[in-house]
């Protein structure tokens, strides 16, 4: 999976200009109340996920807003007006339509919802049925790959037994 560098907001909700730096491990968003925190996982939401859609996140008193995320090999950018609404991955720029996320900057980013855990949602995975952390894992993992090559080395094995 990538590293995210950094993610730079210009005109997002409540942001007029903000570079926010990544760690390598682990970054945490601290600060006073309604000073933008949640704005800034908004922002990965909106260009890695394409949520929501329409001209919502655009600062008020702003024409438009943009999203640019640095990764260790790549930069991508999202970028929303009344009438523009494009990715851009390095030099290559895109379209955005409906929900979709064009596919390659999907795949660089690889983020899915198991991705955000919001304020108020319970510490991951300690909150749902065991079945769901299962799927949860699964998706993350291909459980079933795993237990394919299991059986396979189980068998190789019994052979050699």
């Known amino acids: 999976m990538p590293h995210i560098r950094s993610v730079h907001l210009r005109n997002f909700r409540s942001h007029k200009n903000l570079l926010v730096p990544f760690s390598k491990y ?14 800034v996982c908004r922002s990965l939401i909106w260009a890695g996920r394409n949520r929501p859609n329409g ?6 008193k702003s024409k438009q807003t ?18 523009r609404n494009e990715y851009k991955l390095d030099d290559q720029s895109f379209k955005a339509f ?3 996320v064009p596919q390659s900057i999907a795949r660089i980013l690889n983020l899915g919802d198991i991705n955000f855990q919001g304020q ?3 510490p991951f995975l300690f909150g749902i049925s065991a079945s769901e952390v299962a799927k949860q894992l699964n998706s993350i993992v291909d459980l079933q790959a795993v237990d394919k090559f299991l059986a396979n080395i189980n068998k190789v094995y019994n052979q050699a037994k």
């Open 120 to 122: 108020h949602d319970p």
């Open 26 to 39: 682990v970054t945490t968003i601290t600060g006073h109340s309604f000073r933008g925190k949640s704005n």
């Open 55 to 60: 001209i919502s996140v655009i600062r008020r």
């Open 98 to 100: 409906g929900n979709d």
């Open 66 to 83: 943009s999203v640019i995320i640095r990764l260790d090999k790549h930069s991508i950018s999202r970028s929303r007006s009344k009438t």
